[in-house]
């Protein structure tokens, strides 16, 4: 079983940038898709990005399309999210997820993720 640790949120203004990091501990997190989703205020859960395995594919919602990267480095066990140009409507709590299974597509359906982080709290002020 992996433990997941989100960590790199905090309060922005439109236009800059963060990034968050998806620190797992335990399991074996080479062989797990990984996938950032995120929940605003008043919203239910939504999809943000997702990374196979292997980092060879990804796949991103619309709304950050273009500006954010999901990235990872399974030497340091570690998922990223690089935001660009943010917007007041990111903000949300984003939470890492991780799928096992050696999946070469990571699912955009957060019910297909066992593994869930804390998530971290982003806000964007216009």
């Known amino acids: 079983q992996v433990q997941l640790v989100e960590s790199g949120g905090g309060s922005v203004q439109a236009g800059d940038s963060l990034r968050l990091s998806c620190g797992a501990a335990?399991?074996?997190?080479?062989?797990?898709?990984m996938g950032w989703f995120r929940q605003g205020p008043g919203k239910e859960r939504e999809f943000v990005a997702a990374?196979?395995?292997?980092?060879?594919?990804?796949s991103y919602a619309d709304s950050v399309k273009g500006r954010f990267t999901i990235t990872r480095d399974n030497a340091k066990n570690t998922g990223y999210l690089q935001m660009n140009s943010q917007k007041p409507k990111d903000t949300a709590v984003y939470y890492c997820?991780?799928?096992?299974?050696?999946?070469?597509?990571?699912?955009?359906?957060?019910?297909?993720?066992?593994?869930w982080g804390q998530g971290t709290q982003v806000t964007v002020s216009s």
């Open positions: 990374i196979s395995w292997s980092g060879a594919r990804t």
């Open positions: 335990g399991g074996t997190f080479k062989s797990y898709a």
């Open positions: 997820a991780a799928q096992p299974g050696w999946r070469a597509f990571a699912s955009m359906n957060a019910a297909e993720y066992d593994y």
